[in-house]
């Protein structure tokens, strides 16, 4: 049994990631600033599926919940209680998964970024390499890609071209995580994420508005015609490659490593609409746009890397995935 910290438990995947590997046996502490970015009422929704009281919940107050998985309400910023929870618990591993998320939202208010996704993230690193963590996995995103055309997207391409504060806070990451394995010898995998999809999903993503829209008769907006693709990547499949990795702590003369974890099989997003009109049995009206301010036409992982490493492989079609999220999402809703 490992102790591990999951920031972000109170987010789509930390959520799924926390109550695996607690099910799995390990010793789990969940963090989340539990931010009004998107619905808190979804957030603590979430921490209930990890046998949370959310009634008892308030900032810096660790609670131990009923399915082996204990929650603080934390900050990224705040170093001082940070440093306190590393040294109280010397964790064994972490999984740094909280973040500003969001294309859009970065554009209208950019210093929450630097706060969370930097500042933040330099927390996490200074008390990690302090208290000797074993090995450190954190989320980078395939938005580091920006504008490469060639595909599908390798560790070793060029990512010089990031087109949204968001992807450009996430190949900073990168820069700094590599200092630190560099500088401290702290194990550390970067994971670039492949648009994740799946029950428990936030609202902000294109899956949670286009559902939404779709059963209430609303028109969804389309971006770029919709000459879009991207590697939809289910998030049971993303939680196996996460915990296929955390034991593997880069061996090299310098632990640091970069990951892509995706399906693989891009698909188109016309296709994806289709899929879920399939699946709700209602047709889409749609609003058909220009190219979205920060977005890139396509995404597709190759995954041979993680793959090589961990034996990685995508089991969730888009058909079985896409009926998972909407029985999820009509019971959520009490349809």
């Known amino acids: 049994m490992s102790k591990i910290l999951v920031t972000g438990s109170a987010g789509f995947i930390g959520m799924h990631t926390a109550i695996r590997l607690a099910a799995d046996g390990h010793q789990i502490t969940g963090l989340d600033n539990l931010n009004t970015y998107y619905s808190v009422e979804l957030k603590m929704a979430r921490l209930k599926q990890q046998g949370i009281d959310t009634s008892q919940v308030m900032y810096n ?4 919940g009923t399915k082996g998985i204990s929650f603080i309400q934390l900050d990224l910023t705040d170093s001082e209680h940070i440093e306190a929870l590393f040294e109280k618990h010397q964790f064994d591993y972490v999984i740094h998964l909280a973040a500003q998320a969001g ?5 209208e208010n950019p210093h929450a970024y630097i706060d969370s996704n930097v500042k933040g993230f330099l927390n996490i690193l200074e008390a990690s390499q302090r208290n000797k963590v074993k090995h450190l996995v954190y989320a980078s995103s395939s938005s580091v890609y920006g504008m490469n055309d060639k595909v599908p997207f390798e560790e070793t391409d060029t990512t010089e071209t990031q087109v949204s504060l968001y992807a450009a806070t996430k190949k900073a990451n990168e820069a700094i995580a590599h200092s630190y394995a560099s500088v401290h010898g702290l194990p550390l995998t970067g994971l670039r994420f492949f648009t994740v999809y799946g029950p428990w999903g936030r609202p902000d993503m294109a899956l949670f508005k286009f559902t939404k829209n779709i059963l209430a008769g609303k028109p969804i907006d389309v971006y770029n015609e919709g000459n879009l693709s991207r590697d939809f990547t289910y998030v049971d499949d993303i939680v196996e490659g996460i915990v296929q990795l955390v034991p593997k702590k880069p061996v090299a003369t310098l632990p640091y490593a970069i ?6 099989n891009p698909v188109k997003l016309m296709d994806f609409i289709a899929c879920l009109e399939k699946e709700l049995g209602k047709k889409a009206i749609l609003n058909m746009m220009p190219m979205q301010l920060g977005d890139v036409e396509k995404t597709w992982a190759s995954t041979c890397a993680l793959q090589d490493l961990t034996g990685y492989k995508p089991e969730i079609t888009l058909d079985e995935g896409m009926k998972n999220f909407v ?9």
């Open 61 to 64: 107050k660790e609670m131990t």
């Open 327 to 335: 029985a999820w999402y009509n019971q959520y809703n009490n349809r």
């Open 103 to 107: 294309v859009r939202y970065s554009i």
């Open 259 to 264: 990951y892509n974890i995706g399906n693989g």
